[in-house]
């Protein structure tokens, strides 16, 4: 007796075997976003010096600058800024969200390159299953207004984001006149969330369409889910 009678021929058990993938050989290519277009970006610069770590271990990495970049749904998505962006999701297999907190949030220029990211491109979602790890710094105090308010659109662009964070208090203080973070407890936080993204995404990216692989979506054809989401109402 069936005692199952909801489910459809597209569930699947989970299996170790689909989460053995043969792993890939080339280095981890990470996308980094930052959330400020000011000439001395604090933002910027820790966005750069996340970058410096991730290439000493082992990965390939870009740095999006948002200057140009028009506001969400003020332009066509063919704007060549917008084309850019949406290329570099694709083309990554983690992130770095990086943003100033201002007015206790994440900035809009945060806000828009996130919102310029699809949730699908045809049948295709191009952050489902990436890596994210998210950073602030803030002009007074610490907060984690906006690393919080990061993880949350994180979660909804269906991405794996990892433990860790940083959040960067009076970030004047911490950077020289020439954009290098100083040694303190804050720059070794942010080493520490550059290891661990780089961990998670080594352990994931092979894997990550069978972790991100749903029942509810198996159930629609490539075709119906492409109808599905661009007939839904926009805001």
Known sequence: M???PNLTDAARIPSIERLTAERFTHPPRILLLYGSLRERSYSRFLTLEAERLLRHFGCETRVFHANGLPLPDDAPADHPKVKELRDLAQWSEGMVWTSPERHGAMTGVMKSQIDWIPLSMGAV???QGRTL???QVSGGSQSFNAVSQMRILGRWMRMITIPNQSSVPKAWKEFDEDGRMKPSALYD???????ELVKFTLLTREISPHLTDRYSERKESAEELMTRVNEAPTR
Not at 189 to 195: I, L, N
Request: no cysteine; glycine share 0%; hydrophobic share 50%.
């Open 125 to 127: 979602r191009p952050t």
């Open 133 to 135: 790890a998210v950073m």
């Open 189 to 195: 936080r942010v080493v520490d969330v550059m290891e």
């Open 2 to 4: 069936n005692d199952m």
